[in-house]
T-cell receptor, first 112, second 111 residues
Framework: EAQVTQNPRYLITVTGKKLTVTCSQN?????MSWYRQDPGLGLRQIYY???????DKGDVPEGYKVSRKEKRNFPLILESPSPNQTSLYFC???????????FGEGSRLTVL | GEDVEQSLFLSVREGDSSVINCTYT??????LYWYKQEPGAGLQLLTY?????DMKQDQRLTVLLNKKDKHLSLRIADTQTGDSAIYFC???????????FGGGTRVLVKP
């Protein structure tokens, strides 16, 4: 089954404790992206990747890092999480032809 | 920068038509999308339209694009309770490029 898988789905952590949210897709998509969803703000792009070893900042990259060492994986790293990073995070991938994004189910992160 | 605006909430009776509206600012927008988010789930693409089209129909869904006014709408005919969800409008200037999303419209379908 074609899917985008994120882990963990739910996480409560404390300020400053490094964490990684993993994302994996099995559709051989070149384009992958991370978004955060906050009430009333819609989805805002954090980082995206057009292909392996190619990443670029989105609209809200501060406080986040990503890497794309393999085509299927695109982890999101919070080196020192802060409470303003409490949010619902979505990973998405795309073939890049029509722009249709396939989304994971989301990872709800709470930073205390 | 790009901006996409939607109303926050829409309430509709089952069986009626729903119309969700969206405005965008980037005249370079080439692709315009409607995504649906059900509770606890990610977003799913409902339909999309190229900027050189005025209308696209897909079963119960009709998308209208007024490029001059930068206005996009999604009409859902014969709205069902399963249509209750958050609907996001999005735009991009190129396929595979960054999508800019609106804030989402929460649609509540009442029996």
């Amino acid at each position: 089954e074609a899917q985008v898988t994120q882990n963990p789905r739910y996480l409560i952590t404390v300020t400053g404790k490094k964490l990684t949210v993993t994302c994996s897709q099995n559709m051989n998509h070149e384009y992958m992206s991370w978004y955060r969803q906050d009430p009333g703000l819609g989805l805002r792009q954090i980082y995206y990747s057009m292909n392996v070893e190619v990443t670029d900042k989105g609209d809200v990259p501060e406080g986040y890092k990503v890497s794309r060492k393999e085509k299927r994986n695109f982890p999101l790293i919070l080196e020192s999480p802060s409470p303003n990073q409490t949010s619902l995070y979505f990973c998405a991938s795309s073939l890049g032809t029509t722009g249709e994004l396939f989304f994971g189910e989301g990872s709800r992160l709470t930073v205390l | 920068g790009e901006d996409v605006e939607q109303s926050l909430f829409l309430s509709v009776r089952e069986g009626d038509s729903s119309v969700i509206n969206c405005t965008y600012t980037d005249s370079s927008s080439t692709y315009l999308y409607w995504y649906k988010q059900e509770p606890g789930a990610g977003l799913q693409l409902l339909t999309y339209i190229f900027s050189n089209m005025d209308m696209k129909q897909d079963q119960r869904l009709t998308v209208l694009l007024n490029k001059k006014d930068k206005h996009l709408s999604l009409r859902i005919a014969d709205t069902q309770t399963g249509d209750s969800a958050i609907y996001f409008c999005a735009e991009s200037i190129a396929a595979g490029n960054k999508l800019t999303f609106g804030g989402g419209t929460r649609v509540l379908v009442k029996p």
